[in-house]
């Protein structure tokens, strides 16, 4: 299956949180946990310290009608947690695959926040993908836990670069079969 052009996003709903498409006012709260140093060495693609404007162009692209990744923020300000949990993205890849990437504050680490966005992403399944990819750094076990809870199997290790980092980090890789 290949992707046409980006679509709207709808809001995916869970127990605790509704996965919604970026705005222009989250920008204060990403800025925050994305330029926060734990956050972005989780991350391959979020630079530390996070520079100006790294936040607005981060929303510009989420809103770009030619992007290759949907990015929903989890929201939980319905439900009495914080309007900005953490961020949750499908890549599209070729042939129907995409990769499933996320982060999470660490305000809310260790809650479940990040399995029950993994769980709902997977569920409703927006970009129709056949099979989802992800790839974790090996020094973060507790993300390789999302992804194994929620049925990724693992398929090998890697290495990634980080941007935070600055260099090439070993990753672990996992994939799930939606078809």
Not at 15 to 26: A, E, G, I, N, Q
Request: one cysteine or more; aromatic letters at 8%.
């Amino acid at each position: 299956m290949m992707f046409e052009g980006a679509e709207v996003q709808a809001p995916i709903e869970t127990d605790r949180f509704v996965l919604r498409p970026v705005r222009k006012s989250d920008a204060g709260l990403l800025r925050m946990y994305a330029g926060d140093r734990r956050v972005a060495r989780a991350t391959r693609s979020i630079p530390h310290p996070l520079p100006p404007g790294a936040t607005e162009a981060f929303i510009a692209r989420a809103h770009d009608p030619q992007r290759t990744e949907d990015v929903w923020v989890m929201d939980g300000a319905a439900h009495g947690l914080g309007e900005v949990l953490g961020v949750v993205g499908l890549e599209r890849m070729d042939r129907g695959q995409c990769e499933i990437g996320y982060w999470v504050a660490p305000a809310f680490w260790n809650t479940g926040i990040a399995s029950d966005a993994v769980r709902a992403l997977i569920a409703a399944n927006p970009l129709r993908c056949s099979t989802l990819f992800a790839s974790v750094f090996q020094d973060n076990p507790a993300s390789a836990r999302v992804l194994t809870n929620a049925g990724f199997a693992y398929i090998g290790d890697a290495e990634a670069f980080s941007v935070a980092r600055t260099a090439m980090v070993p990753t672990w890789t996992y994939s799930l079969k939606l078809d």
